[in-house]
């Protein structure tokens, strides 16, 4: 396997598996239950991600970096902070169409953000319009 296909294969996975996780928080909060089974479905979800990154490693015979780990680890709990303080507001009846655009275009702002600032990321035509684009969705979503 080329390193362009992994790469769109891993992309495609990171694209199904950014939309699940929070699917499921909206799930929890209509049923009922978020109050109960917030922390076990956070942790069966982090963990079932965290066993699916290994096994790929494992099998592209990767080798673990010092950095790399300490990055993974800072930016998985911070992934983890925000679906459950996510999962907080839905408990407290913040509505979905508040709770999805704030997390989702946040998200797009930092980002954005720190291509632009922290690597001097030039952002041209694609970019703007990837993030025009962000912009777009999050305010259509808003309005369903």
Same mark, same amino acid.
């Given at each position: 396997m080329n390193r362009? &296909?992994?790469w769109l294969r891993l992309m495609a996975v990171a694209f199904v598996a950014n939309g699940l996780g929070p699917f +499921?928080?909206?799930?929890?909060a209509e049923? %009922? /239950? &978020?109050?109960t089974y917030h922390y076990q479905y956070l942790i069966l979800w982090y !963990? %079932? %991600?965290? !066993? =699916? +990154? @290994?096994?790929w490693f494992l099998a592209t015979r990767g080798r673990f970096r010092g950095q790399e780990l300490v990055m993974s680890f800072g930016i998985g709990m911070a992934s983890f902070g925000g679906q459950? =303080?996510? #999962? @907080? !507001? /839905?408990?407290?009846n913040v509505p979905g169409y508040v709770v999805f655009p704030m997390t989702t275009g946040g998200n797009l702002? #930092?980002?954005a953000a720190a291509g632009v600032f922290l690597f001097r990321e030039r952002v041209g035509a694609y970019g703007i319009a990837g993030i025009l684009t %962000?912009?777009?969705? #999050?305010? #259509?979503?808003s309005l369903g």
């Open positions: 362009s &296909s992994a +499921g928080l909206k799930i929890m049923k %009922g /239950l &978020s109050e !963990a %079932g %991600g965290l !066993a =699916f +990154g @290994l096994i459950l =303080f996510s #999962l @907080l !507001a /839905l408990e407290r702002f #930092l980002v %962000g912009i777009l969705s #999050l305010i #259509l979503l």
